[in-house]
């Protein structure tokens, strides 16, 4: 197959684990025979540096043009503590999301038994930990207006809104994603306090009986935050809002051992952008120390989602996963650790050459 992905690595550690997800999508090419041409666009600090704008037009054009989009990560300490920056790295990754419609965040969050020890929790937790967050990510309080200050400055107000429409949307695809996967679909939101939890309650509770094999459940926020380090195999798909959906994938990441594990995909009607959870890292840029893992898998992912390539992206997931248990892994997952990005990259890689030519 002859495919187009658009490659916006972004800022901090973004463009280290994105050449590895690069090296590892060439690879597979090679190995499956498809050709899959890159073109590289600018986004986040270093778009603002060369052109002003966080998301520049050309790298909306290049994502238009793409069969799918793999990103890396955006963010720059020069912006973190500067309350006045009028333009800042973030709105690029927010503007790209609200224009391309990628209104579905699917996170995915398992363990490796491999890892286990190294959790800081207790390894029965962890073990077997294996569900799926769908956050919704182009409404809520990330997008609401009125937000701002009032003119004297001295108060700031922002506004969380959710439709009925917004809500629909991604919860079918969460119900669909239970019917293939443990017919559980928790919906995380905060009912007793927001009246757009409450929009949510109502909607999806209204959807239930069009999946009447799938059993549905509410949880609070606070009470899911607190559930899902205490008991992880309770979930299977757990639905929610934008910034609730934010907050709890990172500390479900602490399951899978690192921040750096995490791989996502966010999709819309008409485009699809895969990223690794974690942010920029700027402590850790340059240094070959970030964990490629979760862009890998992002990568993974891209194949799986957006060009049905499910041989090729199961292969990518076994080379991690033998990776993994052979201890391959960067200084996030075992801080005894020499491996660099770029070791754990090219073993992935060698272990993805490896198994292929076994299967062929
Ligand atoms: C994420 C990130 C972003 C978000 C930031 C960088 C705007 O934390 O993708 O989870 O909050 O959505
Ligand atoms: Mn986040």
């Not at 503590?81 to 690029?92: F, H, I, L, T």
Request: with cysteine; charged share 20%.
């Amino acid at each position: 197959m002859n495919k187009k992905i658009a490659v916006l690595s972004g800022d901090g550690i973004g463009p280290e684990v994105t050449h590895q997800a690069v090296q590892v999508l060439e690879s597979v090419a090679d190995r499956f025979g498809h050709q899959f041409i890159f073109e590289e666009a600018l986004i986040g600090a270093c778009a603002i540096d060369q052109t002003g704008d966080p998301f520049p037009q050309d790298t909306e054009q290049v994502c238009r043009n793409a069969d799918a989009i793999l990103f890396g990560a955006i963010g720059h300490p020069k912006y973190d503590n500067d309350p006045s920056a009028k333009v800042r790295p973030e709105q690029g990754l927010l503007a790209m999301r609200k224009k391309l419609g990628l209104y579905a965040n699917v996170r995915p969050v398992t363990s490796y038994e491999a890892l286990e020890d190294k959790s800081p929790l207790k390894n029965e937790i962890v073990h077997g930990t294996d569900f799926v967050v769908f956050r919704e990510l182009t409404g809520g309080i990330y997008f609401g207006e009125p937000r701002g200050r009032t003119e004297n400055g001295a108060t700031a107000f922002d506004t969380c809104v959710y439709s009925r429409h917004e809500i629909e949307r991604i919860a079918h695809q969460a119900f669909q994603a239970a019917q293939k996967r443990g017919k559980h679909l928790t919906l995380v939101d905060k009912a007793n306090v927001l009246a757009t939890s409450r929009l949510w309650r109502e909607v999806v509770k209204s959807m239930a009986a069009g999946y009447p094999d799938v059993e549905l459940d509410f949880m609070f926020v606070d009470n899911a935050a607190m559930k899902i380090i205490l008991n992880p195999g309770f979930f299977d798909v757990i639905l929610t809002e934008n910034m609730f959906g934010d907050i709890i994938t990172d500390e479900a990441s602490v399951l899978a051992g690192s921040l750096g594990m995490l791989p996502s995909a966010s999709t819309g009607d008409s485009y699809a952008l895969y990223e690794p959870i974690h942010g920029s890292y700027p402590e850790a840029a340059g240094k070959n120390i970030a964990n490629p893992v979760g862009a890998i898998l992002s990568a993974a992912m891209l194949l799986e989602y957006s060009f049905d390539m499910l041989e090729e992206s199961a292969a990518i997931r076994e080379a991690v996963a033998a990776s993994i248990t052979e201890g391959i892994v960067t200084s996030d997952i075992d801080a005894s650790s020499t491996y660099g990005t770029t070791e754990v990259g090219a073993h992935i890689i060698s272990l993805l050459k490896s198994s292929v030519s076994l299967k062929s």
